[in-house]
């Protein structure tokens, strides 16, 4: 929890300022450095957001004034006289700065009896059972309000380092007594150090993954049952997480991530899906978290207590609106990846059918052709195979000129009205007739019968797919 704030808001004159607001939790009050917006340049700006907000001393500007108030439930941070549209981080730092301050006297009861254990454990100059009972006890009456979430993150760390290190202490003396572990866990190391170097050297040859990774979740599961010094139980570990490592890097580095529009869609969507079960989850837990807070202030041991459940029900709320916001808006992504996928599957199936329609119909020119051959071949008996079958092709593939002249285009309407004068013969036999009347130049015939298939054509592919379907 950050104890400084810094936002913009309007004095009673409708003038505006910029407030640098930070908590004394010691003293239970707030300072608020107000700073006309005359005074207020960009460079200023910035070490205000990104140095003085983090605990870093920052020259303020000459004109600037200071308000001291003190922080309780019932008022709001700001002055009457200030107001600002940043009403949800105020709000939310007035109680999470209410809840820090009474998780903090709270840490300071804590603190005096570790000072007592301390100052006893210290003076040892050789192990005792009984202190070691005793700081376990203590430890575990600040696990429990750790676990009911009564102290915040930066009080427990301070009791678990100085708590840690007590234990260490106490471990030393023991150790001391106990040259026996020392002795077994030297052995003890330099076994598992060498089946972890031989599983280390598999996964280097190539070797299967999932065997190996089995291997070393069963050897890491006896070394959390083995007894070690606390230098050789830390190297060990460093090797578990290196083989850990080269084993995921094996197993998952190399995978690709390239998709088409429809799968990346769906798994982005997935993945929203997934995250909001977890928020709706999150929030279903802070929910039970109200009501269990709820309960227990009936039942407190003292009003030291009491206040700070309220506290933690005023933050974990906070907390709620919060994750609310972010579920609408993450329901409102969901409809927009939905509309998206949508589209994305119709044009898929609509390339897809496409690309369908140009294989089908290439099927049907290229079944056309093969006929148009093989009956060439049979009627046209004056020219050969070799020339009937380059005749066919070239029907086939010749389109409509581009660029005709009037002899060509006359030319081309004598030869549609002599073809369709004949109205019982086929194509083909059309074909035979252009051949067989000028063979001396092929060119010129393939031009005529391109003109008798041109119209044909596309009926002549629809009675294939017919006799197909037959």
Not at 165 to 181: A, I, N, V, Y
Not at 355 to 375: F, M, S, T, Y
């Amino acid at each position: 929890m950050k104890d400084k704030l810094v936002i913009w808001a309007e004095n009673e004159n409708d003038e505006k300022v910029m407030l640098g607001i930070q908590l004394l939790s010691d003293a239970n009050k707030i300072d608020i450095f107000i700073f006309p917006e005359a005074s207020v340049t960009e460079t200023f700006e910035k070490a205000m957001m990104n140095e003085w907000r983090k605990g870093e001393d920052v020259a303020f500007p000459e004109g600037h004034s200071k308000i001291e108030r003190e922080l309780t439930m019932s008022e709001s941070l700001l002055p009457d006289n200030l107001k600002t549209k940043e009403t949800d981080l105020v709000n939310r730092a007035k109680s999470e700065w209410h809840f820090v301050v009474l998780s903090q006297k709270l840490s300071h009861e804590f603190r005096k009896e570790l000072d007592g254990l301390k100052e006893k454990i210290e003076d040892l100059s050789e192990y005792n059972s009984g202190l070691w009972n005793d700081l376990k006890g203590y430890w575990g009456k600040v696990q429990k309000q750790m676990k009911e979430k009564t102290l915040i993150w930066q009080h427990t760390k301070e009791l678990k380092d100085t708590t840690n290190g007590l234990f260490d202490k106490m471990k030393e003396l023991r150790t001391q007594l106990e040259g026996e572990l020392q002795e077994k866990s030297v052995v003890y190391k330099e076994e598992f150090s060498t089946a972890l170097n031989e599983i280390e050297e598999k996964i280097n040859n190539d070797a299967r993954l999932k065997p190996l990774f089995d291997d070393l979740k069963d050897l890491q599961k006896k070394f959390w049952d083995t007894k070690f010094v606390s230098k050789h139980r830390n190297e060990l570990k460093k090797q578990f997480d290196r083989a850990f490592k080269q084993i995921k890097e094996k197993r998952f580095g190399g995978q690709s991530s390239g998709v088409n529009p429809v799968e990346r869609l769906t798994k982005r969507l997935d993945g929203l899906d997934n995250a909001i079960k977890r928020m709706e989850s999150s929030i279903y837990r802070d929910k039970k978290e109200l009501e269990f807070q709820q309960r227990r202030i009936d039942n407190t041991d003292g009003q030291l207590e009491a206040q700070i459940r309220q506290a933690k029900i005023n933050v974990v709320q906070e907390r709620v609106n919060s994750k609310n916001h972010k579920l609408e808006d993450m329901l409102k992504t969901k409809v927009e990846l939905e509309d998206r996928l949508m589209k994305a599957k119709e044009r898929a199936a609509k390339q897809a059918e496409d690309a369908q329609r140009k294989a089908d119909l290439a099927k049907a020119k290229k079944a056309a052709k093969e006929k148009i051959a093989a009956e060439i071949k049979e009627k046209g008996a004056s020219i050969s195979e070799e020339e009937a079958t380059k005749l066919a092709q070239a029907a086939s593939e010749i389109k409509q000129p581009k660029n005709t002249t009037p002899k060509e285009e006359a030319q081309k309407e004598e030869t549609q009205k002599e073809e369709e004068t004949k109205g019982d013969e086929s194509i083909l036999g059309a074909v035979a007739g252009v051949v067989g009347g000028a063979m001396d130049d092929i060119v010129d015939s393939v031009k005529a019968v391109a003109e008798v298939l041109e119209d044909k054509m596309e009926d002549f592919i629809v009675d294939m797919n017919n006799d197909e379907e037959e």
